[in-house]
């Protein structure tokens, strides 16, 4: 009824609006002078606007006016798809460059002031705080619709467990940060505090809390809807549950210098419900061709050629005569006869010029063939190396050597490259026993980590392996930083928090330790 009224008085309204001759109304306006037209317009909008604030007749107000190409809610299964997506093509690039420049992976020829640790200077990558933010907080919807909505249960136990992944990846390169306060926009929440890491951890919602209720919530899951919008596990379920005991063991041997881990690492180990084989590696693949290949394939190729393999990897790789360097790296340009080179870490581009073609570009399946590569959430021989590593400071009982070989094993398959037949009885043979053997763990695992710069960086914080290098041309006083400062416009949107949080790290210094790297 209203939209019938609606519709005549424009047909009043339009006419008289538009033209500028009443010659040129409809018919049955024509015979009527303009005054009189005027005052029957004025009654008939008095009726409308009386008829529409005293009449009950607003059954379809909300629909007239709902955007139906602006929906107010979004399925759970498009926001985990963007969530993995996204974040697993955004870390992936970032990994890569900014992170493997902290790790030492590879060297920046120019560009490159991160590379000499001015961390708040990124430049082709090094600034991951949004991706965790944006990221966070559309999985933070996730899990709301699941609480709220019974028809969503099913992404509960998912969504947890994602929020514990990309939490730990934060809090692990800045320390303490807005957590739990943080992702309530919505809510009215724009300036949240920061937590401190040993909460983000080890309190209730953090990081082994959800594991483990993501886990619970996997386990009593009796609905019949599908996991959906899932490119890790394709909606398997049994696969989400090894992915967070995987991530159970990592965070407890991350924490383990702060609190007694080994009831719990032996406790997963022995129910054995974890990443186990490649087959079961949290993962999903890139393509060849736009828009899902690798992001390094899309830089410019000025920008590509702005990394390449850093001395500490030609090193190592080299040391273990490693034929993955041929599938990591290419032969640089000048050399006759196929071979590799390496570049010092952190150069100063103005003073001196590095020539391109003496230095080895990052290989193939970083540009030209990235259908090969994955976006690495978790995998097999990262959870084995854990395990070698717990195993050799006798926090679980398992043999060591025989963790470290599996692992070791499936890094090579992962990478798609033939384990020489000698490798594990010679080249990269088990250590001694002791520190030996636990930085022949942890090379392996930052060799294999090259597309998680990142991981490598804080695995060498909180080891000390493998050896990293003192920079040519370093802007931190000859120091390895030992995390992430806080971004600039922390500053200037959430002041007085950042400015605590700043307080407790000597002004935002990259040089104080997180928690679980103190002595």
């Known amino acids: ?93 970032e990994g890569f460059t900014g992170g493997n420049l902290l790790g030492q992976y590879t060297t920046a020829l120019d560009f490159n002031l991160f590379d000499r640790h001015d961390l708040k200077s990124p430049q082709l990558g090094g600034n991951p705080w949004p991706i965790f933010f944006q990221n966070l907080r559309d999985n933070e919807s996730i899990i709301q619709l699941a609480l709220e909505n019974e028809t969503f249960a099913v992404y509960e136990g998912p969504s947890r467990i994602l929020k514990a992944y990309m939490a730990a990846a934060l809090t692990d390169l800045f320390g303490d940060v807005p957590y739990f ?64 005991n995987s991530l159970r063991i990592k965070s407890l041997m991350r924490i383990s210098s702060q609190t007694d881990v080994s009831a719990e690492l032996q406790s997963i180990f022995t129910n054995g419900d974890f990443i186990d ?52 790296f290419r032969p640089f340009s000048n050399s006759d006869s196929g071979e590799f080179n390496g570049l010092l870490n952190g150069i100063d581009a103005t003073q001196n010029a590095a020539i391109l ?12 063939n990235t259908g090969d590569l994955d976006a690495n959430f978790m995998t097999s021989w990262e959870t084995h190396f854990l395990l070698a590593e717990a195993a050799e400071r006798g926090w679980i009982t398992a ?32 250590g001694a026993g002791g520190d030996a053997s636990i930085q022949q763990i942890l090379t392996q695992k930052w060799i294999a980590n090259i597309i998680n710069g990142y991981e490598g960086w804080i695995e060498y914080r909180r080891t000390g392996f493998p050896e990293l290098k003192t920079l040519s041309a370093s802007l931190n006083n000859d120091i390895i930083p030992v995390r992430m400062p806080y971004p600039a416009e922390e500053e200037a949107l959430n002041s007085v928090n950042y400015a605590d949080a700043a307080s407790r790290t000597d002004g935002n210094s990259i040089n104080v330790p997180v928690w679980w790297d103190e002595d």
Request: hydrophobic fraction near 40%.
């Open 181 to 244: 306060e943080a992702f309530r926009g919505k809510e009215g929440t724009v300036t949240p505090v920061y937590n401190t890491q040993e909460s983000i951890y080890t309190g209730e919602d953090g990081i082994l809390d959800n594991l483990n209720k993501g886990i619970t919530a996997l386990e009593n899951y009796t609905g019949s809807i599908p996991l959906e919008g899932d490119i890790l596990f394709n909606g398997d379920l049994e696969g989400w549950i090894r992915f967070a």
């Open 1 to 93: 009824m209203m939209k019938l009224m609606v519709i005549r008085v424009l047909t009043w309204l339009l006419p008289l609006r538009k033209s500028k001759s009443r010659t040129k109304l409809y018919p049955i306006v024509q015979r009527i002078d303009y005054k009189t037209q005027s005052t029957h317009l004025k009654l008939y909008l008095s009726f409308v606007l009386v008829f529409v604030f005293s009449s009950s007749c607003t059954k379809d107000f909300e629909e007239i006016n709902t955007n139906p190409n602006q929906p107010l809610s979004v399925q759970p299964s498009l926001l985990l798809r963007q969530v993995i997506y996204d974040y697993g093509e955004q870390m992936s690039y």
């Open 399 to 430: 043999d060591a050597q025989e963790l470290y070989e599996i692992g070791v094993t499936q890094a090579f398959e992962y990478w798609q490259v033939a384990l020489p037949a000698d490798y594990l009885t010679n080249s990269a043979l088990y």
């Open 357 to 368: 073609a003496d230095f080895s570009l990052a290989g193939t399946i970083f540009r030209e």
């Open 277 to 328: 084989e490649n087959e079961e590696n949290a993962i999903f693949n890139f393509t060849d061709g736009e828009p899902n290949n690798f992001r390094l394939a899309r830089l410019r190729i000025g920008d590509f050629n702005n990394f390449v393999m850093s001395e500490t990897m030609e090193e190592i790789l080299v040391g273990f005569n490693d034929p993955r360097i041929a599938t990591l």
